[in-house]
């Protein structure tokens, strides 16, 4: 306290100019309407832009729960549109019995790798999350891969690069169908093999999944052409296409649950016995 009485006692003069300036500056904006607004517009843009920096520092730290409520936004889309999708193939739909046959569930990606010859994905949703195998996987921008193994909390996905993948896809613009495979080239580029050499194939169509599967829904993007050539056969295209995802740098994805997918294969094995 003594240390205060000293500082005022030393700076009296000075402060006693700052208490009387103060007194002059409020007796002047008092007085003018002019000096008076144009201290309220400069304290209003300095609390604006107080406001404004603790707002974005706020937002900053929220970014988490942002992304996890978009995440969850962007799952009942999908399968509003998966199940929209599904049903415009009938060309007659009873509403009274007319159903659900797509759930989307958000997961985090919690190991990518893309450099191997077959690669795998680990992510955060498992069996008490309702995942099983061969439940297909995709991002905002295309597919990613199918469900290959399932812990309690974790699963592994076959990646679309990994040798062993084949995926059911078609062209865009013609319906034609091929299988997508990986040769391990590039972690951009996938092959479209086994497309009929009757299809109109250009590079920069679009290729899409063909929905001849219980596993994908038909029209989820994969990328588009960047070249392609005929077989030995001459009888087929192989195509190379240029992935719309950056399997590189995977974070929140969508797992794609077909609900039909038990009636199908059973009626699938029963037909082949």
Same mark, same amino acid.
């Given at each position: 306290?003594?240390?205060?009485?000293?500082?005022?006692?030393?700076? =009296?003069?000075?402060?006693?100019?700052?208490?009387?300036?103060?007194?002059?500056?409020?007796?002047?904006?008092?007085?003018?309407?002019?000096?008076?607004? =144009?201290?309220?517009?400069?304290?209003?843009?300095?609390?604006?832009?107080?406001?404004?920096?603790?707002?974005?520092?706020?937002?900053?730290?929220?970014? @988490?729960?942002?992304?996890?409520?978009?995440?969850?936004?962007?799952?009942?889309?999908?399968?509003?549109?998966?199940?929209?999708?599904?049903?415009? &193939?009938?060309?007659?739909?009873?509403? $009274?019995?007319? @159903?659900?046959?797509?759930?989307?569930?958000?997961?985090?990606? !919690?190991?990518?790798? !893309?450099?191997?010859?077959?690669?795998?994905?680990?992510?955060?949703?498992?069996?008490?999350?309702?995942?099983?195998?061969?439940?297909?996987?995709?991002?905002?921008?295309?597919?990613?891969?199918?469900?290959?193994?399932?812990?309690?909390?974790?699963?592994?996905?076959? /990646?679309?690069?990994?040798?062993?993948?084949?995926?059911?896809?078609?062209?865009?613009?013609?319906?034609?169908?091929?299988?997508? $495979?990986?040769?391990?080239? /590039?972690?951009?580029?996938?092959?479209?093999? &086994?497309?009929?050499?009757?299809?109109?194939?250009?590079?920069?169509?679009?290729?899409?999944?063909?929905?001849?599967?219980?596993?994908?829904?038909?029209?989820?993007?994969?990328?588009?052409?960047? &070249?392609?050539?005929?077989?030995?056969?001459? &009888?087929?295209? $192989?195509?190379?296409?240029?992935?719309?995802?950056?399997? $590189?740098?995977?974070?929140?994805?969508?797992?794609?649950?077909?609900?039909?997918?038990?009636?199908?294969?059973?009626?699938?094995?029963?037909?082949?016995?």
């Amino acid at each position: 306290m003594q240390q205060i009485f000293n500082f005022v006692i030393r700076n =009296k003069t000075f402060l006693l100019f700052l208490l009387l300036f103060s007194i002059a500056l409020a007796l002047t904006i008092q007085s003018h309407s002019y000096h008076r607004s =144009k201290f309220i517009n400069s304290a209003n843009f300095l609390t604006g832009g107080v406001y404004g920096t603790m707002n974005s520092v706020d937002q900053y730290f929220n970014l @988490k729960k942002e992304n996890n409520i978009l995440a969850e936004e962007n799952k009942v889309l999908r399968e509003l549109l998966f199940n929209k999708n599904s049903e415009s &193939d009938s060309t007659f739909i009873d509403s $009274t019995f007319s @159903k659900d046959h797509y759930k989307v569930t958000v997961a985090d990606v !919690y190991k990518n790798s !893309y450099s191997a010859t077959n690669n795998i994905l680990t992510i955060n949703k498992g069996r008490n999350d309702g995942i099983k195998e061969d439940f297909g996987v995709i991002t905002s921008n295309g597919i990613v891969g199918i469900i290959d193994n399932t812990s309690n909390n974790y699963a592994t996905v076959i /990646s679309i690069l990994n040798t062993k993948s084949s995926i059911n896809a078609k062209l865009k613009s013609s319906r034609h169908i091929g299988s997508l $495979t990986w040769n391990t080239e /590039s972690p951009n580029i996938v092959q479209l093999e &086994d497309v009929s050499q009757y299809a109109p194939v250009k590079v920069g169509d679009t290729i899409e999944t063909g929905g001849e599967s219980s596993i994908f829904p038909k029209g989820i993007g994969i990328g588009t052409i960047s &070249d392609f050539e005929s077989d030995i056969s001459g &009888d087929t295209y $192989t195509i190379q296409v240029k992935l719309f995802n950056d399997m $590189t740098n995977l974070g929140t994805v969508y797992i794609i649950e077909n609900l039909n997918r038990s009636e199908i294969l059973n009626l699938e094995n029963n037909s082949n016995e």
